[in-house]
């Protein structure tokens, strides 16, 4: 659905995109994940023939993509980082303005703008302005205009920032739902749950740069298996904790008087054999965890820092 | 036109742009109303059962030639009337006398007349209206001379009519009231103010500007339709702005503008484009913050209205006497100077060369405008 070859855009002497190659697929959700200033807005920007790029090509439903590109314009949701909507029309007028620069015949229209307002949850507020709304009923609103139209591509930057769980679940399982009804999803973000709950692929992006591509679990791989264990255990003793940090595969070690952590570069029989050491010794244990790699473990493999803000 | 619609209604919805380009000068008319036309028509005339003349002095050199004798023959005229001229040997028994409280004020009678007061009082303020207005006068006379030789007689007998404080003399147009181009220049200025809305209308198209921009970019409706449209539901809203402050000035103050409403409407119509079109620029050459941009547009309206005589009427000739070209380049002083050449000389040349001005920076400014607008990549949002 989209293909981005040798990217390179630079504002001045930074370059903000270092010869980026992405392939997007149809009927995927494709998280672009990364920190602020990573280049994920100004990629998307490129994509939507908003910037100009000093070399690649960006190629869209098959072809390149220009600002004159209107008919595949058509076919393309855009919800933007900040809310973009008028503070002096209602909730409707504004999903209605927005809605009609896609569609232009008016029945469809009509029917189109009802579903974005139930979808959304917006039913009630339909003819309040902007200002009387919540933040998480503004980005609820930003949403709709940008999706009202029913595009083949949607394409999200960072939707969710500053909005309240519930928001922010209701957000993710709606893009989750118009996945399913067929649309390709694009969804920057840099909070990696997120990516991680609902994305079916995703691009680690920074500095410009894209370092992996692959699903949830193709990532966890690229990296050494790795797993962290969690055991609420009072007063070890010097001897005792040098016995765990002799176990096979243990990485490092922590210990508070309470709760000892200990990372193992294997993900497997680790807990068996950290209980059976305090089985064997007879050392009394409350709580146990057990943690997998998270996409955050990846970042910090790839790039050698973690996920910043 | 459902684009048109909604720009309509988010425009009228808008009450900080409109605030200034309605309410304002709707308030500025009325404050003009009754500083100094209340004053020079009604005001003066209900007064006049109790009116005493002003204690005044006039010290004259004999210099000043030409000019100078026109203004010995004002104060003459004036004496016993409005002024009552006292006679002191010395410009230091004058001053004396001014210092004491004996007289108001000293005319100075030269080839630019001049005053002196002590302090500040209802009298020395007639007295400076008094001077204003004969300076405004000696001026319309200098430009009737200059373009209308043959109505010169007319205009020296609407000098003397001063003496009455109600000038109404026929010279082709309706009205020779001098503090009617205060008026036209805050018609002119209103016109400007269309700038306002233009400036907030450049920001939610522009997606280097705004995140309203960038939705608005990536729509598959063409910059062009959105650019006419959003001018064209500007243009015509502030057009209604225009308009209103035309029929309150004219019906709701009752001042005799002296242009048929239709001429006027043209010329308005051609201001609001030229406003509109000025905001526009504004609001798309740099990327500055809205509020920054709004003070701009305080300058931008204000500062040649200032320069068209709304602060101070004679302005206008001043800047026609040393730097034309600028009364020529000022969008504000050509509105003014149109509204002007029909009401006192129903001059449809000097109407027509204006309005040919006018229509040329309007296609000048639409054209920049448009240009700026249209930009569809950027380097950086």
């Not at chain 1, 894209?210 to 790795?226: F, S």
Request: proline share 3%.
């Amino acid at each position: 659905m989209i293909q981005i070859e040798n990217l390179v855009k630079r504002y001045g002497e930074l370059v903000a995109l270092d010869h980026l190659n992405l392939e997007i697929r149809e009927g995927e959700i494709f998280g672009l994940l990364g920190p602020n200033g990573s280049g994920k807005t100004t990629l998307i920007n490129c994509i939507l023939a908003l910037l100009k790029f000093e070399k690649g090509t960006v190629t869209v439903l098959g072809q390149q993509m220009k600002p004159t590109s209107y008919q595949i314009k058509r076919q393309i949701g855009v919800v933007m980082q900040e809310v973009a909507v008028f503070d002096q029309m209602s909730v409707k007028e504004n999903i209605d303005y927005f809605c009609g620069l896609y569609v232009k015949e008016k029945i469809r229209r009509e029917q189109l703008v009802e579903e974005a307002i139930d979808f959304v949850g917006l039913r009630s507020h339909e003819h309040m302005r902007p200002k009387k709304l919540s933040g998480g009923l503004l980005r609820r609103l930003n949403i709709a205009c940008g999706v009202a139209h029913k595009p083949r591509l949607i394409i999200l930057d960072e939707p969710t920032v500053a909005v309240d769980p519930q928001t922010r679940n209701k957000i993710l399982e709606g893009i989750q739902q118009m996945n399913r009804e067929g649309s390709t999803i694009i969804y920057t973000s840099h909070y990696m749950e997120e990516v991680e709950q609902i994305c079916t692929r995703i691009a680690i992006i920074d500095h410009g740069r894209v370092l992996a591509t692959g699903t949830n679990e193709e990532l966890k791989l690229m990296i050494k298996p790795r797993e962290n264990i969690s055991v609420q255990a009072i007063a070890l003793d010097e001897a005792q904790l040098a016995d765990i940090r002799s176990l096979p595969h243990v990485l490092d070690m922590g210990y508070d008087e309470q709760n000892l952590r200990v990372r193992f570069n294997s993900d497997e029989h680790n807990l068996i054999q950290l209980l059976n050491y305090f089985k064997d010794k007879r050392i009394p244990f409350g709580r146990v965890f057990s943690e997998r790699p998270t996409l955050n473990d990846v970042f910090l493999e790839i790039t050698g820092t973690a996920l910043r803000d | 036109m459902r684009l048109f619609k909604y720009r309509f209604l988010q425009t009228v919805r808008d009450r900080a742009p409109l605030f200034w380009a309605l309410l304002f000068p709707l308030i500025m008319a009325t404050f003009f109303y009754l500083s100094f036309w209340s004053m020079s028509s009604d005001g003066l005339g209900d007064g006049e059962a109790t009116w005493s003349a002003v204690p005044v002095a006039v010290h004259d050199p004999g210099a000043g030639g030409q000019d100078a004798a026109y203004f010995r023959e004002f104060l003459r005229q004036m004496d016993r009337d409005l002024l009552d001229i006292r006679a002191y040997d010395t410009e230091a028994e004058k001053l004396a006398a001014l210092a004491d409280d004996h007289i108001t004020g000293v005319f100075y009678v030269d080839a630019e007349p001049s005053l002196k007061v002590s302090r500040q009082s209802i009298n020395a303020s007639v007295l400076q209206s008094l001077l204003d207005a004969y300076t405004r006068n000696a001026d319309i006379l200098r430009s009737v001379m200059r373009d209308h030789p043959e109505k010169v007689a007319s205009a020296a007998l609407a000098i003397s009519a001063q003496r009455d404080h109600i000038v109404d003399v026929d010279l082709g147009g309706k009205t020779m009231n001098p503090n009617i181009a205060y008026f036209f220049a805050l018609i002119a200025y209103t016109c400007l103010s269309g700038a306002y809305m233009g400036v907030s209308a450049s920001f939610q198209g522009q997606a280097n500007l705004s995140a309203l921009g960038s939705r608005r970019s990536v729509t598959p409706t063409s910059k062009l339709r959105l650019v006419l449209t959003d001018l064209a539901a500007l243009v015509i809203i502030h057009f209604f702005n225009i308009m209103v402050l035309t029929l309150y000035i004219r019906y709701a103050l009752q001042i005799p503008l002296g242009i048929p409403m239709a001429r006027i409407a043209q010329i308005n119509l051609m201001g609001s484009v030229v406003g509109v079109s000025i905001g526009i620029i504004l609001g798309c050459t740099s990327k500055a913050g809205m509020g920054m941009k709004m003070g701009l547009c305080v300058l931008a309206s204000l500062f040649p209205a200032f320069l068209a005589g709304l602060m101070y009427a004679g302005m206008k000739n001043i800047i026609e006497q040393h730097a034309p070209i600028v009364n020529r380049l000022n969008p504000a002083a050509v509105l003014a100077d149109t509204y002007y050449s029909l009401s006192v000389f129903d001059d449809m040349a000097r109407f027509h060369r204006n309005m040919l001005i006018l229509l040329a920076m309007s296609a000048i400014l639409v054209t920049v405008a448009f240009v700026q607008l249209r930009r569809e990549r950027y380097d950086s949002i």
